[in-house]
């Protein structure tokens, strides 16, 4: 492994996004968060591996189920709580919400809530830097529901015809809220999509975060290259319900319980011991850590104010002066 | 020959029930109905709707779909132009953004461009409207862009008896329908006649009775409406609250009907000002009934903000109870 | 060849459509057609072989660039014809125009002028047709420009979904307006995008009427036989411009060239000449037959008279007395 | 300090040109700048507004795309917010159906819910109108529909000088800026200054000063108001016409100010008329200037019909001056 400090990094990581949307539940109960709600738990592999090959400057488009997303690319975690309060201190002012988080610093194109709807958007980011001769890349995810949208089909056409600099990250959770795979596609094979387009596409196991890294790593120096976009179904699954909203009557607990003992962040903390690479202390160190960043956040989003009712306008149109 | 009416026994159900139920006749009375749409069927319905009607029907007639707005609004004008009499659910009308295409130049065009050979008989459902906190792509209120159009008919069902037998009327429909429901409405519950069958669903209703001024509205702001009357009432204002239910076309005998009986109005509509349904109302008030007027109409609408999440600036953002008392007192200058 | 008569069928539809369809060309020149008017000269072996492969109760979907698929389904020339001169013996009472056609006896429903915009409601007639467990195929028709749209794509996905009985027919003539294949798609094989929905998928000679109507014939009885949607690639040219109004500077004279040599209906009939099937008296006989139906179309749309203004907003809503 | 304003040079340029040489502009003064749209390159441009850019710019700055108008227009809100300063071509406002989601749910509310972090400087130009017997699909007046939207700003030149110098102005502008191009306006010619450079696009404009009564239009239906004033002029009636010139947002203060002056009010638009801009005009002149109202006001728009094919149809379905003439007779009551 070349970066010895990888393995914590991830490891760590993955525990931060489990711990912050345990704790968002929980607040979600006490309605300090409110409107829709989507957990990332049980996927927490795949962002993190991901999002850890991408470097200062690339850009990121995500979905309503984007917290672990945020947070894997350093936006403050008690900045995406605050938000979830609805605060000004919130990243997007409070104005978005969980589905909506917004990062100028890190380059976070949001938190888009229509599905399919931030593939386009990304098309064009990666457009920018070909034109603008930037040796950037945007990574853009999305669920294995959207591949049945018109729009994933017209991104991947137009990033495969113009060899834009993308990665395209499938999170096929094997659900698109209630609906399986099997009900939404014939040809389940995902990456088969990709080649209709020429565009390479690998299939990695999104429960094992270093197989995501290595894969992210292979695609993005690829896309950095100049080979144009690559495609990455991460095989993945949500442990909880698709919102707070849904009893969940579309799979059974076995199928559930079946994944969870693929848990990423057990079996990779399970690894790294075995190879004593992590010890059980130091876990527990990270743990630690974690609870305290997760305490502050909370603080954080507790001390946040209310953005006042007369900047309501704001935001319709830009500020700038000069037009 | 007059008979005198019996009354119609009633029963007592939420607006999410009615609308079960409407869909569970529509389908059990008639082959040619199914229900279609994302997550209809073993989700259940976003909403909880279409609950347990997958078990009784199955999943030809409670076709659950992938997500493909256009695709599946399209197959369901196809089915209609092949016989089929379609409930098309479109989850949100925020998610209908993407079947436009198909709505508009498909659905409501078939007929004429055909010269009268093929008639669309599909009913699409979406919810509309904003007030959860589910942030601006999942608040939209657009029913003042259906309304826009030439070749649908756009209902919205405001009361549980509405939401009960306005599909009915819709499915009986020659022409493509549109049903918005609001999702505020769907855990309120009412008295709903028990076997009442198709009802008119082009005309306005007067849900109070009033004098001194005149609230149009529809959907999911009838009910804040009743409420500012009920304020009003208190302060010894007499206020007519009508029910547009029809959105398209507009009842405007209705409307006009009213402003001549108080000579003054409120509009409230959920969705932005701009050119929207309130705009509508309150030109064909003042193309016929200008004289009629007393006061300048005052429309109550939502701020032109996309809906802010944080729970204070999305509520200031649409009209509240507050909005439409202050503006009746406007228009009555008292 | 089963069918004794269909190879002078075959020709006679064609020469039709091509002297038809030369006709409207002069009528535009003259005004007596209006509106854009998208000719199919060169393709005349695609609807034909497709078309006379279906049955009564079949039903067709089709585009702007139609008239050679109403003809083929048997829709009068002088109601198309009149059609076009906005008149109201017209298929469509003059409301449509030429890329309109409708006709409900023949089951054409359009006429479609949105690229990609008839897949979605053909889908929909299959799907009408297994619910009512008809026998019936629908067969829809596209340009090569329409596979970059969302709605293929969905539509696509659902056909197969579903199983429905659907004949997709991508008409390659290799542009759309202006646009090369090359110039909208990077995977140039069409059929592989059928791939990605597990639909079978042939290439086929698009200039060659019974390779045409072979492949036709076989994916309908496999259609009907139940095994779901059916896709045709269909390699042909358009001989003439995208429409009247385009000056064709995007390729040049020598490739219209090349491709006239394969032109679907010399070809053909010099075939059937060198097997003695069609004599050259007999093809002097077909072309003076055309001749006086289209003189008789022409004459049909010359009286045609135009609807009364003020049945203007007729059609808006249907008429049936049992709302 | 006052100085005189040196007299602008001018140039004769039909509409067409002005809009090519408004891009090529553009394009030519900041790199950051390119068009893309369907047909735009090798084409030409459906319309021949592009032709010759692409010899002149090359394929990556006048870029064609497939036939994906979701895709590319999304693409281009992501070149916005990657920094570029992309104009879109939307071949007609009928295939922007397909395109709504990301126009509305994107370019419209991402400044917003990212609470100021992400301006998205697109443009996107589209034709719209009817006329040349297209047919409904190809014939849609839909300006309405994005006037309806907050976060979007929508203008319509209907004068050479506006196709010439908008688009100037909207690249400046921060936000995504609709431009609708009426069809039939791309052969008309004129003078223009050679170098105004950025215009104002949020105020309309006084196109002729008039006394009697006021006429309130826009885009493609501009010439015909004029038309009918100067009929209308020779009959003594004294009109004064005003262009809106942007249509989201509106210029309240100069609608009020026309009929403030004339009392009368006639509004034209192409549009379908409920739900459609011209209740909005009306709305507002209700709302804030009742009692200016010596009349009321009417309306001029598009018969509520999808637009047929047949000459004598479509022309039916359309304004026309003889309607603008006999709806001023009607609110001057002569
Ligand atoms: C265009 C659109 N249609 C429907 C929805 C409602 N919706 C929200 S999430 C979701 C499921 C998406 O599934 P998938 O893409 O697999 O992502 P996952 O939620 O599994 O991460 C649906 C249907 C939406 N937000 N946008
Ligand atoms: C959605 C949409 N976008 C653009 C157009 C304009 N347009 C009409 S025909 C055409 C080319 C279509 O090419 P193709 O699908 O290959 O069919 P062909 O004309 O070659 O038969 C275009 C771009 C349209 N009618 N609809
Ligand atoms: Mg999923
Ligand atoms: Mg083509």
Sequence with gaps: ?323 | MTVTEPRHATVTMTYREAVREGIRDAIASDDRVFLMGEDVGRYGGCYAVSKGLFDEFGDERIRDTPLSESGFVGAGIGAALGGMRPIVEVMTVNFALLALDQIVNTAALYLHMSGGQFNVPIVIRMVTGAGRQLGAQHSHSLEGWFAHVPGLKVVAPATIEDARWMLASALVDPDPVIIFEHAALYGSSGEVSADSGPVDINSARIRRRGDDVSIITHGGSLAKALTAADELDALGISTEVLDLRSLRPLDTAAILDTVAHTHRLVIVDEGWKSVGLSAEILARVSEDALWELDAPVMRVCAVEVPIPYAMHMEQAALPQVADIVAAVHKVLDR
């Design chain 1, 1 to 323: 492994m070349k970066d010895p400090d990888q393995p914590r990094r991830l490891l760590k990581q993955m525990v931060m996004i489990r711990r912050f949307e345990e704790k968002c539940a929980e607040l979600y109960q006490v309605e300090k968060i409110r409107g829709f709600l989507h957990l990332y738990i049980g996927e927490e592999a795949v962002a993190t591996g991901v999002i850890d090959t991408l470097e200062a400057g690339d850009a990121v488009v995500a979905t309503y189920r984007e917290h672990g997303h945020a947070l894997a690319l350093g936006v403050e975690p008690g900045r995406i709580l605050a938000e979830m309060y609805g605060k000004a201190e919130g990243v997007s002012m409070g104005r978005g919400g969980s589905m909506h988080l917004f990062d100028a610093d890190t380059r976070l194109f949001g938190g888009n809530a229509i599905v399919g709807g931030g593939l386009p958007v990304a098309v064009g980011l990666a457009l920018a830097d070909k034109l603008k001769g930037n040796d950037r890349v945007t990574a853009v995810f999305f669920g294995e529901g959207a591949v049945a949208e018109g729009e994933f089909h017209e991104s991947m056409n137009l990033a495969a015809l113009w060899r834009l600099p993308v990665l395209f990250c499938c999170e096929n959770n094997l659900y698109a809220m209630g609906t399986a795979l099997n009900r939404a596609q014939t040809q389940m094979r995902i990456t088969l999509k990709a080649s209709a387009y020429e565009m390479p596409a690998w299939e990695v196991d999104g429960m094992d975060v270093l197989a995501v890294s290595q894969a992210a790593t292979r695609a993005v120096e690829s896309i950095r290259g100049g080979a144009g976009p690559h495609f990455l179904e991460l095989r993945t699954y949500r442990f909880r319900a698709h919102s707070m909203f849904d009893p969940e009557l579309y799979r059974d607990k076995d199928e559930v319980n079946k994944w969870k003992l693929r848990d990423p962040i057990e079996t990779f903390r399970t690894m790294l011991e075995a190879d004593a690479i992590v010890t059980s202390d130091e876990f527990a160190a990270i743990e630690a850590e974690v609870a305290v960043e997760i305490d502050a956040a909370v603080a954080f989003a507790e001390a946040g104010t209310l953005e006042p009712i007369h900047d309501l306008t704001r935001f319709v149109h830009s500020e700038e002066v000069a037009r």
